[in-house]
């Protein structure tokens, strides 16, 4: 581990419907659904068939939600966001939790020890970094308030809760 405590073990069969992703990412819904419809970021766990279907995002899915907000939010170009998106893909879940992304602003750099970071500051490159481990803590406090259950989850979204609460009054 790059900074900090050992991260928690995760359950990566729990999925999470849209709008607790949205929550946990800190976006907005129609920033999801964009993404999703672009290919920045799909559903690993279910993606959208047809209106009225719910995709389901598995905890990594989120972790990259909010490194891709972050990551736009510092001035970072959305092609270079894919870019790195791309990188991460290709890595597990627990590989996520070693990486600091670093950029200057045009381009993002995968670090995955002190001394790379150092390097790349030493060679003026680095303006900011992410500490995805870090970004993993938030994403996994963010999610423990929302109970799950194996693949399904128990959350749900809010005209769900409106259909039940009408079926339930009659």
């Given at each position: 581990?790059?900074f900090?405590d050992p991260?928690?073990e995760?359950?990566i069969?729990?999925?999470y ?7 946990a990412?800190?976006i907005t819904y129609?920033q999801?659904d964009?993404?999703a419809?672009t ?5 690993s766990?279910r993606?959208?068939k047809?209106?009225?279907?719910q ?11 909010k490194?891709v907000?972050?990551l ?7 092609q270079q ?7 991460l893909a290709?890595?597990?879940v ?5 990486i600091t ?5 045009a381009s993002?750099y995968?670090?995955t020890?002190?001394d790379e ?7 003026g490159q ?6 995805v481990?870090k970004?993993?803590?938030?994403v ?6 929302f109970?799950?259950?194996g ?5 749900l ?5 409106r259909?039940?609460r009408?079926r339930?009054a009659?």
């Amino acid at each position: 581990m790059l900074f900090g405590d050992p991260l928690a073990e995760v359950d990566i069969a729990a999925g999470y419907r849209g709008p607790i992703a949205c929550q946990a990412a800190g976006i907005t819904y129609r920033q999801l659904d964009y993404w999703a419809r672009t290919g920045l970021v799909v559903p690993s766990i279910r993606g959208a068939k047809g209106s009225g279907s719910q995709r389901l995002y598995s905890f990594k899915d989120i972790l990259v939600l909010k490194v891709v907000k972050r990551l736009l939010d510092a001035g970072v170009s959305l092609q270079q966001v894919r870019t790195a998106v791309g990188q991460l893909a290709h890595r597990g879940v627990d590989d996520l939790s070693t990486i600091t992304l670093m950029s200057d602003g045009a381009s993002v750099y995968e670090c995955t020890s002190a001394d790379e970071i150092v390097d790349l500051l030493e060679g003026g490159q680095g303006v900011f970094g992410i500490a995805v481990g870090k970004v993993w803590r938030e994403v996994e406090g963010s999610l423990a308030e929302f109970p799950v259950e194996g693949g399904n989850v128990v959350g749900l979204d809010e005209l769900a809760d409106r259909r039940n609460r009408r079926r339930n009054a009659s």
